[in-house]
């Protein structure tokens, strides 16, 4: 008797333990897709010039990874925004920025080839006006500018880390900075550049449930 008892209390044990590895392996994998995003101006356009020239406000453009959505000026002081852009700065929510948990890190790789970010990582917050999460500059950062030219081109292999402002976890790529998603020629005139700059192409992906695996 006591051995049959021994051996139910371990066929129990047994099924307890398959049972929650089941749960466990349903429960923690969430697929996560790229998303490309269009056009978002690199600050707030309230209008247009009698040539077409964007007229802005001074204002950074806040969009929410998260939401996939841009989000209102007027939230600036919330953790409802990820990310923001001037020209060709971009803010991440913490540090002197924002109030959320916001930083990044500016990877060399390979938008697809990142499936988990590195556990040696040091993921940056933004230290105005000396030093942001993503750094500024031609070379740098994310960009190039040419002198001779006046134009902005992604640098390749440049993947943008982004922790944020909840403290979650996305990657993104910048691969235009021009109106309509394609880079201007070099012979493009000083009237295109005027009208169609100023304007992000990127694509993101971004983790939910809070791992650091895309």
Known sequence: MKKSFQSI????????????????????VLPVTALL??????????GLSAQGVPITNGKYTFYSLEKNALVSN???ASTKWDIAFMSTRILTNGGTSGVGQGGAFV???????LKTIPTDSVF???????AYAI??????GWYTYDQLTSLITPLA????VIRTASGKYAKMEITCYYKGGVTLPASATDMEKLTKQRYYTF????????????
């Open 74 to 76: 007027t939230d600036s």
């Open 107 to 113: 990877y060399t790789g390979l938008f697809d080839d």
């Open 157 to 160: 292999g440049r993947v943008l």
């Open 203 to 214: 694509r993101f992906a971004y983790q939910p449930n809070g791992t650091k695996t895309f």
């Open 135 to 140: 750094t500024t500059g031609s070379g740098k």
């Open 37 to 46: 995003v269009k056009d978002i101006p690199a600050d707030t356009v309230v």
């Open 124 to 130: 940056k917050t933004d230290n105005a006006p000396t």
């Open 9 to 28: 209390a371990l066929l129990s044990i047994v099924l307890m333990s398959v049972v929650a590895c089941s749960k466990s392996s349903t429960t923690t």
